[in-house]
């Protein structure tokens, strides 16, 4: 296993400002964060603190304002669009809330996709596929489309396919959004189990019991970090409880 | 690898909406449906009349002296046809004067022809036959060979008797399973002994031998014939092409003088060749050939923007698809290429249907009418090629507009 230490992300100033016309949206507004290997991170925040936005410039799907990112010890903002892409193919691995599966196509080939992007040949997709499906526990659904599995199996094909290609780190926003809490832990454990063989994770949730099972917690409000290892309040058990600022 | 993956997700998408698939191909299978229909008729056509046509219509170095002409070629003019529509008939005594001005003619045949409803044998009946009154030199002239059986010879001329060579047609309809020689075939109200069939011709030509009756020319002279001595066709063999245009010319002459014509005067018959056909035959084919590309291209245009329609209305239905694609590292290319490809597969589907409908129309011409129809490569592989173009030109705008969306936008739309 990789030094544990060695920063994965670092984020520098991180702005990105959206201009509505006369008013200006700072949806991150100077954002530092640092994000270790094999660390389990959990993003929370009130709605539109810009949990999302900061998910989608981790990953590399947009692009700041202003601010520095390097990932992997790469600087980000100096890659043209199709580095771009073959970061987001090669080191990033996204959940979704609303599972984005493709709703014609098998298990099996909904995990293959980003090995498409990635130019692996046919044998070898399926093959890696289908490993990444036996570890989400889905190997006996493969031939499945997305409407004959419940929300929580689809949500793994999900995670399946986030996992596929290997990537550095896996980005989960509000993973358990659309599921009950039964399934939600189902899908914790599945994460757990990913952090457990080295994987790292940042995922945002609004439930403090999802949020308990990452090793830390940050709190975004405003755009702002408010806390880099935030506390959780354990006396709240139930889910569905939004995030109060103390 | 990634190109069967388009066209198998291409295919897929086809297949899941099979009636809008269909409709919006419809441009696209009309026009290579019409393409390959009229192609295959006309290419059909074209080896035909060029290569067996002429030759066994007419025979090969052989002109033919007809009351008027039966082939009109260039500009239509009507004066013209009055005039020969007044042309006097011609007789067994014009026969007379031809074979006296051409003594060095390889054969001078005769003949007279009529149609009828029906020939019968027994309750088996053939519809539409033509039976012919021909001297013995007919079957010479025309190269029809005899395939069971005998032909005609001067003796039956000679003594009127009522003895026939029937076509393959009639053959097959009158006799399915005897013979039919010896027995009697019934047509014009007369009965005719069976001497023997002609072999088969198949083809454009097929109706013109295979179901004629060919019976001697005295004894058509003697039943069947409308006007008494009526001749409607003599045909003159020569032995080699270079004695085509002299031996033309004192036929031309000799028919003038019995005729009396002065110098001033139109001939009021026509000579006949297989020229006369083959340029007929080449304005029509110029005229085709030059009309089907602008009538192809016409509903591939409306194809092609049809298809256009439906792929940008592909690309805003599968927003969300395209920004997952993208955030799962496909590049720009990968989505213009996908969508590229989703247009052209979409397009060759239609081709192809085109080309299945239009083969299968093609065949049916071929079976009911006499037009026979071939194909060659070359039309197909245009046929597909033209098919990809219309694909491909009304892709890329679609094709563009996707690869050009914004991931996060496209992920956040509904
Ligand atoms: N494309 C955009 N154009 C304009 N404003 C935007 C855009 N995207 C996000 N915003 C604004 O940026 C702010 C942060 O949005 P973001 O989606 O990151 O919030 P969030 O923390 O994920 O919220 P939630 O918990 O509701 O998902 C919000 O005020 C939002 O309205
Ligand atoms: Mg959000």
Not at chain 1, 123 to 130: D, N, P
Request: hydrophobic share 40%; net charge neutral; glycine share 8%.
């Amino acid at each position: 296993m990789q030094n544990t230490n060695e920063a994965i992300i670092t984020t520098h100033n991180l702005h990105k400002h959206y201009v509505m016309g006369a008013e200006t949206v700072r949806a991150l507004n100077g954002v530092d964060v640092e994000i270790r290997r094999n660390e389990y991170v959990a993003i929370m925040g009130p709605s539109g603190s810009g949990k999302s936005t900061l998910m989608n410039l981790i990953g590399c799907l947009d692009s700041p304002t202003e601010g520095e990112y390097v990932l992997n010890g790469q600087e980000v903002q100096v890659l043209d669009d199709d580095e771009l892409a073959r970061i987001r193919n090669r080191e990033i691995g996204f959940v979704f809330q609303t599972f984005n599966l493709l709703p014609r196509a098998t298990a099996l080939h909904n995990v293959e996709l980003p090995l498409i992007y990635a130019g692996v040949r046919s044998k070898e997709r399926q093959r890696r596929a289908s490993a990444a499906l036996e570890r989400v526990a889905l190997g006996d659904r493969m031939d499945h489309k997305p409407n004959e599995l419940s929300g929580g199996q689809r949500q793994r094909v999900a995670i399946a396919r986030a996992l596929v290609n290997d990537p550095s780190i896996v980005l989960a926003d509000e993973p358990t959004g659309n599921l009950d809490s039964s399934t939600s832990e189902e899908i914790m454990d599945v994460f757990e189990s990913l952090h457990a063989a080295g994987q790292t994770i940042i995922m945002v949730t609004h439930e403090f019991d999802i949020a308990s099972h990452a090793q830390r917690v940050i709190t975004l409000v405003d755009g702002k970090i408010a806390s880099h290892n935030a506390e959780i309040p354990t006396f709240v058990g139930a889910a569905g409880h939004d995030f109060h600022i103390p | 690898m990634r190109m069967w993956e388009g066209i198998r997700l291409a295919l897929q998408q086809i297949w899941a909406q099979k009636l809008k698939s269909f409709f919006s191909l419809v441009g696209v299978i009309i026009g290579i449906t019409f393409l390959i229909a009229v192609i295959t008729i006309v290419e059909g056509m074209n080896t035909y009349v060029r290569e067996d046509f002429a030759g066994s219509l007419f025979g090969v170095n052989t002109f033919t002296v007809v009351r008027r002409a039966q082939i009109q070629t260039g500009r239509v003019d009507q004066a013209e046809r009055r005039r020969q529509a007044r042309n006097p008939d011609l007789l067994l005594r014009d026969v007379d004067v031809v074979v006296d001005a051409a003594p060095n003619a390889l054969h001078v045949a005769y003949s007279a022809d009529r149609s009828f409803g029906e020939a019968r044998y027994g309750s088996n009946s053939r519809r539409n036959v033509r039976v012919i009154g021909g001297s013995p030199e007919y079957q010479l002239v025309q190269g029809w060979k005899i395939e069971d059986g005998r032909g005609l010879t001067p003796i039956d001329e000679q003594r009127g008797l009522k003895v026939a060579v029937i076509g393959s047609q009639i053959a097959e309809r009158l006799f399915p399973t005897t013979s039919p020689i010896d027995n009697r075939v019934r047509v014009g109200g007369q009965r005719f002994r069976v001497i023997g069939v002609f072999e088969k011709q198949g083809g454009f030509i097929g109706n013109v031998r295979d179901a004629s009756i060919l019976i001697p020319f005295s004894t058509f002279n003697a039943t069947l014939s409308r006007r008494r001595n009526g001749v409607d066709e003599i045909s003159v063999k020569v032995e080699v092409e270079d004695l085509m245009e002299p031996t033309m010319a004192v036929v031309e002459g000799a028919l003038r003088r019995n005729r009396g014509l002065r110098p001033t005067e139109e001939n009021d018959f026509h000579l006949q060749t297989s020229n006369d056909l083959l340029s007929a035959w080449n304005t029509i084919n110029t005229i085709l050939l030059a009309a089907i590309p602008g009538l192809v291209s016409v509903s591939l245009v409306v194809g092609g923007i049809v298809i256009m329609n439906i792929m940008l209305l592909s690309v805003s239905d599968r927003t969300r698809e395209i920004g997952l694609r993208k955030s799962l590292g496909a590049k720009r290319r990968d989505i213009l290429f996908q969508f590229l490809t989703e247009a052209s597969t979409l397009s060759m589907v239609g081709s192809l249907i085109g080309i299945a409908v239009g083969l299968g129309l093609a065949d049916l011409v071929d079976r009911l009418s006499p037009l026979p129809a071939t194909i060659s490569v070359p039309w197909l592989v245009l046929a597909i090629v033209m098919g990809m173009g219309v694909g491909v030109t009304s892709g890329i705008y679609p094709a563009y507009r996707a690869s050009k969306l914004d991931p996060i936008e496209a992920l956040r739309s509904e």
